[in-house]
């Protein structure tokens, strides 16, 4: 069992930047798949990208495709999520997920047994 603790969400105005920090404790860091969901209110909760186990294969959802950046430190069991050129229709709460799968793919097609407790992004227009 793995244990996920975000961080870094909070208030932006349109165009700024954030940095997304997933720290995971417990079972090796390494063994997992992760990766990035968010819900907006009102939404269903959506994949933001996704990274594998050794942080080569990574993929990313059409609308933050170019505007975020996926990455992993295995010996230091945190995971990050970069997000620039920010827009409103970014705001929501992020989660970090991890598969028990070791394929960024594995992420993609909803194979996440493990999620973290969410952290709030709000863009401002």
């Known amino acids: 069992q793995v244990q996920l603790v975000e961080s870094g969400g909070g208030f932006v105005q349109a165009g700024g930047s954030l940095r997304l920090s997933c720290r995971g404790s417990?079972?090796?860091?390494?063994?997992?798949?992760m990766g990035w969901f968010r819900q907006a209110p009102g939404k269903d909760r959506e994949l933001v990208a996704a990274?594998?186990?050794?942080?080569?294969?990574?993929h990313y959802a059409d609308a933050v495709n170019g505007r975020f950046t996926i990455s992993r430190d295995n010996p230091e069991s945190t995971m990050f999520l970069q997000m620039n050129s920010l827009k409103p229709e970014d705001t929501g709460t992020y989660y970090c997920?991890?598969?028990?799968?070791?394929?960024?793919?594995?992420?993609?097609?909803?194979?996440?047994?493990?999620w973290g407790q969410g952290t709030l992004v709000t863009v401002s227009s």
């Open positions: 417990g079972r090796a860091f390494a063994l997992y798949a």
């Open positions: 990274i594998s186990w050794d942080g080569v294969k990574t």
């Open positions: 997920v991890a598969s028990d799968n070791h394929r960024a793919t594995d992420v993609v097609q909803g194979s996440v047994e493990h």
